[in-house]
């Protein structure tokens, strides 16, 4: 069956560290794979997009890598804030079907003081 | 939340009656769909739709119906709301350039099915 894993729920850190976290799929083909951020009670909000062929994405603090031959992503904000605070989604474009995008679960990342 | 709107924002309904919810974009997108959102589950795909009375079906589509009528406005209809859809209902466009697609989302509007 098809799934998207992302590493655990919630992730704590401190202020100041690197958080990562993962997005891990099964049974996918991926031509790219997308990251947002969800705030309490606000919809998903687009952050970055990588392709299959592009191993390393950045956008200021925010990092991205994929791994086709791990079937993973992962999404590294550096020098965290309290404002980084949110759950972060996953989402992966299929190559092949009608209905394209498909989401992770999401974790909450929570960034201590 | 990209020029999307959404109503009404809550609703708490009974078992058994019709609800519609309302999606309004206003700059011209193509591709509008409609989402539920639940724990455990993440975002899960009901109906999407390519044009005006152009429409197809997602992941978990039973118990749902769309229309589409005008570029604008895409509407969900719970035929008969059940408890099983109380959740959280988001509704995006995507822009599509370059082979690729992002969505964009609207608020939210939570649904109470008593």
């Known amino acids: 069956s098809q799934k998207i894993e992302q590493n655990s729920e919630a992730l704590n850190i401190q202020e100041g560290k690197t958080a990562t976290l993962t997005c891990n799929y099964t049974?996918?083909?991926?031509?790219?794979l997308q990251w947002y951020r969800q705030d309490p009670g606000r919809g998903p909000v687009f952050l970055l997009l990588?392709?299959?062929?592009?191993k390393e994405k950045r956008k200021e603090r925010l990092k991205v890598t994929f791994d086709t031959t791990l079937k993973q992503s992962l999404f590294h904000i550096t020098a965290s804030q309290p404002a980084d605070s949110a759950t972060y989604l996953c989402?992966?474009?299929?190559?092949?079907?009608?209905?394209?995008?498909?989401f992770g679960t999401g974790t909450r990342l929570t960034v201590i003081p | 939340d990209a020029g999307i709107t959404q109503s009404p924002r809550h609703k708490v309904t009974e078992t058994g009656t019709p609800v519609t919810l309302r999606c309004h974009q206003t700059?011209?997108?193509?591709?509008m769909y409609w989402y539920r959102q639940d724990p455990g589950h993440g975002l899960r795909l009901i109906h999407y739709?390519?044009?005006?009375?152009?429409?197809d079906k997602g992941e978990v589509s039973d118990g749902y119906s769309v229309s589409r009528s005008k570029t604008e406005d895409f509407l969900l209809t719970l035929e008969s709301a059940t408890s099983s859809q109380t959740s959280v209902y988001f509704c995006?466009?995507?822009?599509?350039?370059?082979?690729?697609?992002?969505?964009?989302f609207g608020p939210g509007t939570r649904l109470l099915v008593l």
């Open positions: 995006a466009i995507s822009e599509r350039t370059g082979g690729r697609e992002t969505q964009y």
């Open positions: 990588i392709r299959e062929n592009e």
């Open positions: 700059e011209n997108h193509r591709y």
């Open positions: 049974n996918y083909s991926p031509a790219y």
């Open positions: 989402a992966l474009f299929n190559q092949t079907g009608a209905n394209n995008l498909f």
């Open positions: 739709s390519y044009g005006v009375k152009d429409t």
